[in-house]
């Protein structure tokens, strides 16, 4: 069976500054891959990135990185000089790879960024 | 090349009544998923489908619970005699392939609210 952990329900931060979303997920399967999803007060569901278990190279997209280590079974994510518009619930995703067809996602974590 | 487009964005329904929710997949996606989102949680899985055929509906209510993706028009997943339980926002995506590796898309959902 697969479990996405996001043990931090709520974060709030100032403008400016920096934040690590933490993703701890478990898997008997050798290749997977692993999603964070945005989901802003309009509801809807914004694909972030999408990472397959081969590749552990760090990413990073502007004021977004990523980190996965596969040791430690975690995908985090950090947002470097945070913004008011980034206030939303950051979603963690797993799936298997190849015949795979599901996606299973953690809670979620609410992040509110104070001006 | 429009995204995955979902109607309604919201819908209102009395207990005892059914409730059709519609999904469009972007142009070239042939494999559909629904998930629903209950107040609070993350999404969940509920069924699997390929034009005319399930594949998987391990998440799927046993009961009152259908869903079609037909080979022409949208698919639907269509809730009979509608409890408040089934009050939550539902997803749908779609992909070109069953390899999750080719994308994965979601909607911007539909919000059930039963009365």
């Known amino acids: 069976a697969q479990k996405v952990t996001q043990a931090q329900t709520e974060i709030s931060v100032v403008e400016k500054e920096d934040v690590t979303l933490d993703c701890v997920y478990e898997?008997?399967?050798?290749?997977?891959?692993l999603f964070w999803y945005k989901q802003p007060p309009s509801g809807e569901l914004v694909f972030l990135i999408r990472?397959?278990?081969?590749?552990?190279q760090n990413e990073i997209s502007g004021r977004y990185s990523w980190n996965f280590q596969k040791s430690t079974s975690s995908f985090n994510f950090t947002i470097t000089a945070s913004q008011v518009v980034d206030s939303a619930v950051y979603f963690c995703?797993?799936?298997?790879?190849?015949?795979?067809?599901?996606?299973?996602f953690g809670s979620g974590t609410q992040l509110t960024v104070l001006p | 090349n429009a995204g995955v487009m979902q109607n309604p964005r919201h819908l209102v329904r009395r207990r005892g009544q059914e409730a059709r929710l519609r999904c469009s997949p972007m142009?070239?996606?042939?494999?559909v998923y629904w998930y629903r989102q209950l107040p609070e949680e993350g999404l969940k899985f509920m069924v699997y489908?390929?034009?005319?055929?399930?594949?998987?509906e391990s998440g799927m209510p046993k009961e009152r619970f259908s869903a079609e993706f037909p080979k022409e028009g949208p698919s639907i997943l269509r809730i009979q005699q509608v409890v408040r339980g089934d009050s939550a926002a539902y997803f749908c995506?779609?992909?070109?392939?069953?390899?999750?590796?080719?994308?994965?898309?979601f909607g911007s959902g539909t919000r059930l609210t039963v009365v």
């Open positions: 995506a779609s992909s070109p392939s069953a390899d999750l590796g080719y994308g994965y898309t």
């Open positions: 898997t008997r399967d050798t290749t997977y891959y």
């Open positions: 990472r397959n278990s081969f590749d552990e």
């Open positions: 995703a797993l799936s298997k790879s190849g015949s795979a067809r599901q996606l299973t």
């Open positions: 142009k070239g996606h042939s494999h």
């Open positions: 489908l390929q034009k005319e055929n399930i594949i998987d």
